[in-house]
């Protein structure tokens, strides 16, 4: 008896209102796919891989991912699906995954209403056009949810995954808010403290002395699955950035502020777009703050915004110093005459939340000159290193060559001799395909190697920008912010004065000037 096919019945359907019909529905496509496989007898159900809410671009699906490892370990040999679009709404990647990798791991594909089955061969002419279709409808569907939430914004109804801290949304309609209580009276004071002459940095302070979750710890506190999109997104405090949005928010007098961010492709990342770009909507849901409060806190934002004074005393370091701990920057504090650098986290926050290490200005200056030096000497002596390493090597950039224009020759002469035996039907056509694939392979990385060598043997290791940039400081003996921003990505520092240096400096040669 025949062994039967182990067959995987896989179902889709999206969120999308396009995919939303009831002959769609999980229930539909599996009820015609088991209906398939009962009047295909070569074919038996090994299992219903079913993806509930996702869509066809994304092809990250949890049973999608699933299905493929069961293919990798050799459990499912054929993928049944009611359409093409079923399996996926990209046109590369569903096409990379029909034509490539689902053939080399030998499993057969078949879309019942499109009438595709790969047993039968090469697909036919129109499954690309229907990917492309699909691709395309797609694109249409989310232009469409776009158009439909950019009505709901203009109308004022919310459309977001979570609610800005202080408001939760309506159990009987999502897209209105209504308050919440705990939060919004620590909303309110935050607004009174502030208004009151208390800086953003000490409410934040006071706030975690007291031990009050910040929005993100809040949120997840209530049971809600927040991920926060700002810097640092492991934060569990309040930070000074916290309350700063927070104090500028227009949701909490009653205005909602939504579609802040561009997105240009379907799942693509984001982009924050100016405020002026934002949809504000007014009086759309009851205020924690009174508008008058809030008029007298944003002139209070306004006269307290400082810009700096970039002609007195410009640290050198500012941007580049890091806690080596927790990841913030560090500050520049003025102590008995003398500059210190301090954990802003520490400064801030105190010591529950990082330690206090510090480290004298003129101290760092010396360890940041001192290295750079040293670096600088690496770099004017880098020449003379790649001469050495040319000279000990030398019969490479003869022998080598020669050694793989001989072994290319010799793969190709192979290649022909293989498509005369074909041609003689001394071996089939299938031997021949994977004796020609196997040529092809070793050809192409034969090839890679020799054109490496004789790039190699062109590079001049002085005609790299950095190197020019460094030999054009000389050699050192006070720092300024032209030179340290030249050469320097971040320097980290730690407890006892330890610093860790990150150079602008290609991998390959750091080892080699470190050496």
């Known amino acids: 008896?025949?062994?039967?096919?182990?067959?995987?019945?896989?179902?889709?359907?999206?969120?999308?209102?396009?995919?939303?019909?009831?002959?769609?529905?999980?229930?539909?496509?599996?009820?015609?796919?088991?209906?398939?496989?009962?009047?295909?007898?070569?074919?038996?159900?090994?299992?219903?891989?079913?993806?509930?809410?996702?869509?066809?671009?994304?092809?990250?699906?949890?049973?999608?991912?699933?299905?493929?490892?069961?293919?990798?370990?050799?459990r499912i040999r054929c993928v049944l699906v009611k359409d093409l679009s079923r399996f996926g709404r990209d046109y590369i990647e569903t096409g990379r995954y029909l034509e490539r990798w689902l053939p080399e791991h030998g499993v057969r594909f078949i879309a019942?209403?499109?009438?595709?089955?790969?047993?039968?061969?090469?697909?036919?002419?129109?499954?690309?056009?229907?990917?492309?279709?699909?691709?395309?409808?797609?694109?249409?569907?989310?232009?469409?949810?776009?158009?439909?939430?950019?009505?709901?914004?203009?109308?004022?109804?919310?459309?977001?995954?979570?609610?800005s801290y202080g408001y939760c949304k309506d159990p009987q309609n999502h897209n209105r808010l209504i308050i919440d209580p705990p939060a919004a009276e620590v909303v309110r004071r935050i607004f009174t403290l502030f208004e009151n002459g208390m800086?953003?940095?000490?409410?934040?302070?006071?706030?975690?002395?007291?031990?009050?979750?910040?929005?993100?710890?809040?949120?997840?506190?209530?049971?809600?699955?927040?991920?926060?999109?700002?810097?640092?997104?492991?934060?569990?405090?309040?930070?000074?950035?916290?309350?700063?949005?927070?104090?500028?928010?227009?949701?909490?007098?009653?205005?909602?502020e939504q579609g802040r961010d561009d997105r240009f492709q379907m799942h693509g990342r984001a982009k924050r777009k100016a405020r002026s770009q934002w949809t504000v909507v007014s009086d759309t849901h009851e205020p924690i703050i009174e508008k008058e409060q809030w008029q007298r806190v944003q002139a209070l934002l306004n006269a307290n915004a400082r810009t700096p004074d970039f002609q007195q005393n410009v640290s050198p370091f500012a941007g580049f110093l890091k806690c080596g701990d927790c990841g913030r920057a560090m500050v520049k504090t003025v102590w008995s005459g003398k500059i210190f650098y301090t954990c802003g986290s520490y400064k801030r926050y105190g010591a529950s939340v990082c330690s206090k290490h510090y480290i004298a200005h003129d101290?760092?200056?010396?360890?940041?000159?001192?290295?750079?030096?040293?670096?600088?000497?690496?770099?004017?002596?880098?020449?003379?290193?790649?001469?050495?390493?040319?000279?000990?090597?030398?019969?490479?950039s003869t022998d080598q060559p020669k050694k793989l224009e001989a072994a290319l020759q010799r793969i190709q002469r192979r290649r022909q001799s293989a498509y005369e035996d074909y041609q003689d039907k001394l071996i089939s056509k299938e031997d021949y395909l994977r004796y020609r694939a196997d040529y092809d392979a070793q050809e192409q990385a034969l090839q890679a190697q020799l054109d490496k060598l004789r790039r190699s043997a062109q590079d001049d290791p002085l005609d790299l920008p950095w190197v020019k940039e460094l030999l054009a400081l000389g050699h050192l003996t006070e720092l300024d912010r032209p030179t340290v921003?030249?050469?320097?990505?971040?320097?980290?520092?730690?407890?006892?004065?330890?610093?860790?240096?990150?150079?602008?400096?290609?991998?390959d040669y750091r080892a080699l000037l470190e050496g």
């Open 1 to 74: 008896m025949e062994q039967r096919i182990s067959t995987a019945l896989y179902c889709r359907l999206s969120r999308e209102d396009g995919d939303r019909v009831e002959s769609d529905s999980i229930g539909n496509q599996r009820k015609l796919l088991e209906e398939y496989i009962e009047n295909h007898p070569e074919l038996t159900a090994a299992e219903c891989y079913a993806d509930d809410g996702y869509t066809g671009t994304n092809f990250q699906r949890p049973a999608f991912q699933r299905m493929l490892r069961d293919i990798e370990s050799g």
């Open 112 to 163: 019942v209403t499109d009438n595709i089955d790969s047993v039968r061969g090469a697909y036919d002419m129109m499954m690309p056009l229907k990917n492309l279709f699909n691709t395309q409808y797609a694109r249409d569907i989310s232009q469409k949810v776009k158009s439909s939430l950019r009505a709901k914004q203009q109308r004022g109804e919310f459309i977001g995954a979570f609610a």
């Open 199 to 256: 800086g953003k940095i000490r409410i934040a302070k006071q706030l975690n002395e007291e031990g009050i979750p910040c929005p993100s710890e809040y949120k997840r506190l209530t049971g809600e699955k927040y991920r926060n999109n700002h810097r640092l997104e492991a934060t569990t405090y309040w930070t000074y950035a916290t309350v700063h949005r927070i104090l500028q928010n227009e949701m909490y007098i009653g205005n909602m």
């Open 363 to 396: 101290v760092l200056a010396q360890v940041v000159l001192d290295d750079l030096n040293r670096l600088i000497a690496g770099v004017e002596n880098l020449r003379q290193l790649a001469q050495q390493g040319a000279a000990k090597h030398s019969h490479t």
């Open 485 to 507: 921003a030249a050469a320097i990505r971040e320097i980290r520092v730690y407890e006892g004065n330890r610093v860790e240096i990150d150079y602008l400096l290609p991998e």
